[in-house]
């Protein structure tokens, strides 16, 4: 399942967006039309939709009524339509929020995080092989305690929010040590070895904390 399904017929406008949310680690899916934005989230599901009114065939708020039958997903619609009826008529339908076109990307950003910590951020992520309490930062193999650094558990923490995502390691660095920071970003790597003699059966060939060349690193639980 995706973070979010960017519905969007102005593929420009769709590629700025989708580029932004990459960059902040967020998994994208993005569809031009109504139809082909359901037939996805009916398959496949996202934990956020982003949505355009003015859709070519099936519009906005036909896709905000038929998702609202079945799911309770956020939806925050984004439309060039400022008219109260409008923001009504999308508001009445189940949509979350409603921003106007043109938005400042950092307001839109900041709502989609706030979504995405009130709805999905728990104090406890497992995958029945690890859990973590954020709260109490202790951290649990098979039920059996382990014990992780400051940065060791930051860093597998952020990697097991974004379970089954690739997250590059500028990305991976700059959350978890700060973009001024002093440290090496090579530390990242020895960080990442640490983890996986901790956690993995058999560090040499890890199961769960994989490197993807070229990018980064994946966490699979």
Not at 78 to 88: G, Q, T
Request: glycine content about 8%; proline content about 3%; hydrophobic content about 35%.
């Amino acid at each position: 399942m995706n973070d979010i399904l960017v519905v969007e017929d102005n593929i420009e406008m769709a590629g700025l967006l989708c580029d932004f949310l990459e960059a902040e680690g967020y998994s994208v899916k993005h569809c031009a039309t109504g139809e082909n934005a359901l037939e996805y989230f009916m398959q496949y599901g996202s934990r956020l939709v982003i949505l355009d009114i003015m859709l070519p065939g099936l519009d906005g708020f036909g896709v905000c009524r038929t998702i609202r039958e079945s799911s309770n997903t956020p939806i925050i619609i984004v439309s060039a339509k400022s008219e109260k009826n409008d923001k009504l008529s999308g508001l009445v339908l189940g949509a979350d929020d409603y921003i106007e076109k043109p938005y400042d990307i950092d307001i839109l950003l900041a709502k989609i995080d706030g979504i995405f910590k009130r709805r999905y951020n728990s104090d406890v992520i497992t995958d029945g092989f690890l859990k973590l309490d954020k709260s109490k930062r202790t951290a649990y193999k098979n039920n059996t305690p382990i014990e992780l650094n400051q940065k060791e558990f930051d860093l597998l923490c952020l990697l097991m929010e974004n379970n089954g995502k690739t997250l590059n390691k500028d990305l991976l660095f700059n959350k978890v040590w700060g973009f001024d920071s002093f440290s090496e970003p090579q530390t990242l790597t020895v960080h990442i070895k640490w983890l996986r003699q901790k956690i993995e059966n058999d560090p040499k060939k890890p199961e769960h904390i994989l490197t993807v060349w070229g990018v980064g690193y994946r966490y699979e639980g």
